[in-house]
């Protein structure tokens, strides 16, 4: 029997020490084929077969077989679990240096020597192309209270901006700073979000310039607005009226390629969501690895910036398909999940006029982040919030415990793992909101820019700045 033991445990151990090579594929391998990480699954499954055999053996006989593991009965108990989970990684992480690179990369600061703004009004049901909606962008620069930054380029050489609405006053203590945070524009069809913020944006920023009310709040509450994150796929669907593309200039879907915790994660028995392409061009393509895209690597620095320094509390995803908000991953914190709720329920209590429809709740699945999926800039901005570390290892967000970093596939959900979670901001809440449900209101089309223009107005855009600042100030 202490034979047989013996001889399981070297397999185990071996199994367990070839774990992190064979079951997850290094960042920054895009050599490594698909086979590769099913080899790697299998030996997962053998461990997972003997994992009793492993619970009642004593340190001793682990010092035998190996000669190098020599870890107590609890944490080996632990290590068991952990590793039994199992799975794969569909996507290669975001090598070290890359992301390095992203976090380093410096934005100019757009600015005027004369700095009278123009009086131009943006209007939701004009066409404009991007060099157009450009100059609404740059003209907002010229605002008291505005600071527009230029965060880097996309392939094609379009600038991706933010505009930045605050007023600090001589005594502003900075850690007492809160943001709101807007993205909008991730996917090129979805072309209300871009036109949604920039309306929203010239507004507000008017607004600011005579009303003191207004200017006071700004001392405490910074407002961050990205416009337009996928420029490149705008003036495809602008030049092609393609009302399918999603993606950027690279075929890329930028909201699958971010190296979030579950990025990629598919979970022994499930089965990788068939949208998830491998292909370029497909609707759902990550790239060759997980933030190989400009724009996810441009978004990532300011998330990190404004997540991290900035103390954001809230963050709003603009998309277009599905007239809800998503607002819960099933992964998340338990307590965490509250908040996400009592959030979602203020949004739609102030994204209505009277008499106008309520968005509804929005669910991913129950399996998403096992199922291949993932990657979104929510689920990123979620994991920046809760302060997870970015690991080397897996080129992507990860939990650490002493030494180890956990990746979803070794946990059921952060829940799990809540104690070695140290929140940046705990009380950061973020929601996708689906602002059209169907084609009507997609693209250019006069149809589709009428109907966008009405919508903002029936579900109350104009005052959705305000009601956020609200929403900071009480929380
Ligand atoms: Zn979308």
Redesign the pocket.
């Known amino acids: 029997m202490k034979k047989r033991l013996t001889g399981i445990l070297l397999i185990l151990c071996i199994a367990l020490t070839l774990l992190p090579i064979a079951v997850f594929a290094a960042p920054g391998d895009p050599k490594a084929s698909a086979n590769d990480r099913y080899a790697g699954n299998y030996l997962n499954l053998d461990a997972s077969d003997n994992a009793d055999d492993n619970k009642t053996n004593t340190a001793d006989d682990n010092k035998t077989a190996s000669g190098a593991v020599t870890v107590t009965e609890s944490a080996e108990a632990e290590e068991a679990e952990i590793n039994n989970k199992g799975g794969i990684l569909t996507i290669t992480g975001m090598p070290v240096t890359k992301y390095d690179a992203a976090m380093n990369a410096k934005w100019q600061e757009i600015s005027y020597s004369k700095k009278k703004p123009l009086d131009l009004n943006y209007k939701i049901n004009k066409k404009y192309t991007y060099k157009k909606y450009e100059e609404f962008i740059l003209n907002l620069a010229k605002y008291d209270y505005v600071t527009v930054y230029n965060m880097g380029k996309t392939v094609k050489g379009r600038s991706i901006y933010n505009i930045e609405i605050f007023n600090p006053a001589d005594d502003t203590d900075s850690s007492e700073v809160r943001t709101i945070m807007i993205n909008a524009g991730?996917?090129g069809n979805?072309t209300m979000g871009p036109h949604a913020a920039l309306k929203m944006a010239e507004d507000f920023i008017k607004r600011v310039q005579k009303d003191q009310t207004l200017q006071e709040y700004l001392k405490s509450v910074m407002i961050t607005i990205l416009p337009c994150l996928n420029p490149d796929g705008r003036e495809l669907v602008y030049a092609n009226n393609n009302l399918l593309k999603?993606s950027n200039a690279l075929g890329i879907d930028i909201?699958r390629a971010f190296p979030s915790i579950n990025a990629g994660c598919l979970r022994i028995g499930n089965a990788n969501l068939i949208e998830v392409g491998a292909i370029e061009g497909d609707a759902y393509y990550p790239g060759k690895y997980l933030g190989s895209a400009k724009e996810v690597a441009i978004a990532m620095k300011w998330l990190n910036h404004y997540v991290i320094n900035k103390n954001a509390q809230v963050f709003l995803d603009l998309?277009?398909?599905g007239n809800g908000i998503y607002y819960e991953k099933p992964f998340s914190t338990d307590s965490h999940k509250l908040k996400q709720k009592n959030f979602y329920n203020y949004l739609k209590g102030i994204l209505r006029t009277k008499g106008s429809p309520v968005y509804g709740e929005l669910f991913d699945s129950t399996v998403y982040g096992f199922d291949g999926k993932g990657g979104t800039i929510t689920d990123y901005a979620y994991g920046v919030a809760m302060g997870l570390h970015y690991s080397s290892q897996y080129g992507r967000q990860a939990v650490l415990i002493d030494d180890r970093e956990l990746i979803l596939l070794d946990m059921d959900s952060l829940n799990d793992y809540a104690d070695y979670i140290y929140p940046v901001n705990a009380n950061f809440v973020y929601a996708t909101i689906?602002m059209t449900d169907n084609s009507k209101y997609k693209g250019f089309s006069s149809l589709a820019l009428n109907a966008q223009l009405a919508h903002y107005n029936k579900q109350n855009y104009n005052n959705l700045l305000m009601n956020l600042i609200k929403w900071t100030l009480d929380h």
């Open positions: 991730t996917h979805e999603k909201n998309h277009q398909m689906e």
